[in-house]
């Protein structure tokens, strides 16, 4: 297994990438690729005591570097020697089994599709985090495309219940579909058809769709893949986020408040270690960008190292997991009739 790094992506670049690289290949068994400037990388290979990259761990010079400030549309175009679009070119070209990046999310959302491109007959790919709820569910989509259509959160429903099969080792995902009430009859004009595809999809046994959830019953781990257009799927991501935040710090300053509330942490900390390790992101690794044709994944921006290795570790576990070829072979069940007139055309 061989995994392609954007080793200049992130707040921490090179230093984070390569770490995390070097952590993979010695504890994973994985070969690594970190594609960036050359003499950068090699630097932090030296602080991290190492004289030349040890077997498994390969070097390709990227003279240019995608940064925030740059287009997101257009970055990977006008510049083509970036670690971004070298290291996507290396996947696309077979020369890698996944790729993984730090840096801007709106470039490797563009540059994934537009250079590895979409699975055929995927309208839009849709980022899918695990969320630190009872059971990891699967949010899709968190923020790729804010305008959607049933259609696309169709595809959205399928593939995150391959991701929560095929990554999670859970059969028989729960889908539920993100709403403002449990009814069959909630939500806008959207979210009243996706119902009734999604209901279809049940009926003929190709996912399990549990109808609608709220986004309490939702953090509370009532299904396993939730389905929303991007916009209410960020605005839900990122306000669990914040709760999470806000409930951490609270509960810190509860715990410091006292002599006697310090010793009371002393007695619970293994309790406030699993809490911590729930809430931490570096744990899952990175959102997997599901819809494209080659494993991509999107690690957080202010990923350490540790973050790295684990997102080199799920990219390795979505390149042999079959999920891309699982939509491949099921994508007629996925398409609308006007979409597969379409997609034909494509």
Same mark, same amino acid.
């Given at each position: 297994?061989?995994?392609?790094?954007?080793?200049?992506?992130?707040?921490?670049?090179?230093?984070?990438?390569?770490? &995390?690289?070097?952590?993979?290949?010695?504890?994973?068994?994985?070969?690594?690729?970190?594609?960036?400037?050359?003499?950068?990388?090699?630097?932090? =290979?030296?602080?991290?005591?190492?004289?030349?990259?040890?077997?498994?761990?390969?070097?390709?010079?990227?003279?240019?570097?995608?940064?925030?400030?740059?287009?997101?549309?257009?970055?990977? #175009?006008?510049?083509?020697?970036?670690?971004?679009?070298? &290291?996507?070119?290396?996947?696309?070209?077979? *020369?890698?089994?996944?790729?993984?990046?730090?840096?801007?999310?709106?470039?490797? +959302?563009?540059?994934?599709?537009?250079?590895?491109?979409?699975?055929?007959?995927?309208?839009?790919?849709?980022?899918?985090?695990?969320?630190?709820?009872?059971?990891?569910?699967? =949010?899709?989509?968190?923020?790729?495309?804010?305008?959607?259509?049933?259609? @696309?959160?169709?595809?959205?429903?399928?593939?995150?219940? %391959? @991701?929560?099969?095929?990554?999670?080792?859970?059969?028989?995902?729960?889908?539920?579909?993100?709403?403002?009430?449990?009814?069959? &009859? *909630?939500?806008?004009?959207?979210?009243?058809?996706?119902?009734?595809?999604?209901?279809?999809?049940?009926?003929?046994?190709?996912?399990?769709?549990?109808?609608?959830?709220?986004?309490?019953?939702?953090?509370?781990?009532?299904?396993?893949?939730?389905?929303?257009?991007? @916009?209410?799927?960020?605005?839900?991501?990122?306000?669990?986020?914040?709760?999470?935040?806000? =409930?951490?710090?609270?509960?810190?300053?509860?715990?410091? #408040?006292?002599?006697?509330?310090?010793?009371?942490?002393?007695?619970?900390?293994?309790?406030?270690?699993?809490? #911590?390790?729930? +809430?931490?992101?570096?744990?899952?690794?990175?959102?997997? =960008?599901?819809?494209?044709?080659?494993?991509?994944? #999107?690690?957080?921006?202010?990923?350490?190292? %540790?973050?790295?290795?684990?997102?080199?570790?799920?990219?390795?576990?979505?390149?042999?997991?079959?999920?891309?070829?699982?939509?491949?072979?099921?994508?007629? @069940?996925?398409? +609308?009739?006007?979409? *597969?007139?379409?997609?034909?055309?494509?």
């Amino acid at each position: 297994m061989k995994i392609i790094i954007d080793a200049m992506g992130g707040d921490n670049a090179p230093r984070s990438n390569v770490e &995390g690289a070097l952590s993979a290949v010695r504890e994973l068994g994985v070969e690594c690729v970190l594609v960036g400037q050359g003499d950068e990388i090699l630097a932090a =290979l030296r602080e991290l005591g190492c004289d030349a990259p040890p077997p498994g761990l390969e070097i390709v010079h990227a003279s240019e570097v995608v940064t925030m400030e740059d287009n997101a549309a257009t970055a990977f #175009k006008e510049k083509k020697d970036s670690s971004l679009t070298v &290291g996507l070119n290396l996947v696309k070209d077979g *020369k890698g089994d996944a790729f993984v990046s730090a840096g801007s999310t709106g470039a490797l +959302l563009s540059a994934a599709t537009l250079v590895t491109k979409r699975i055929r007959g995927i309208r839009r790919a849709a980022m899918a985090p695990q969320l630190p709820v009872p059971g990891g569910a699967i =949010l899709i989509d968190a923020g790729a495309t804010a305008e959607c259509t049933p259609e @696309y959160l169709l595809q959205f429903a399928f593939m995150g219940s %391959y @991701y929560a099969e095929h990554i999670q080792g859970k059969p028989q995902p729960r889908v539920g579909l993100l709403n403002i009430g449990a009814e069959e &009859g *909630k939500g806008t004009a959207l979210q009243k058809e996706t119902h009734a595809l999604l209901k279809k999809a049940d009926e003929e046994g190709r996912i399990h769709f549990t109808g609608n959830v709220e986004a309490r019953e939702a953090v509370l781990g009532a299904v396993d893949v939730i389905v929303a257009d991007g @916009y209410s799927g960020n605005i839900f991501l990122k306000t669990l986020e914040g709760t999470a935040l806000f =409930l951490a710090g609270e509960m810190k300053k509860m715990f410091k #408040k006292n002599l006697l509330t310090k010793l009371s942490a002393v007695m619970v900390s293994s309790g406030i270690r699993d809490f #911590k390790k729930l +809430l931490d992101s570096r744990e899952v690794g990175g959102t997997a =960008l599901l819809g494209i044709s080659r494993p991509v994944i #999107k690690a957080h921006g202010s990923s350490d190292g %540790y973050a790295i290795r684990n997102a080199i570790a799920q990219a390795a576990k979505f390149a042999s997991s079959g999920i891309i070829e699982s939509v491949t072979e099921n994508i007629e @069940y996925m398409r +609308l009739p006007v979409m *597969k007139e379409e997609a034909e055309k494509i």
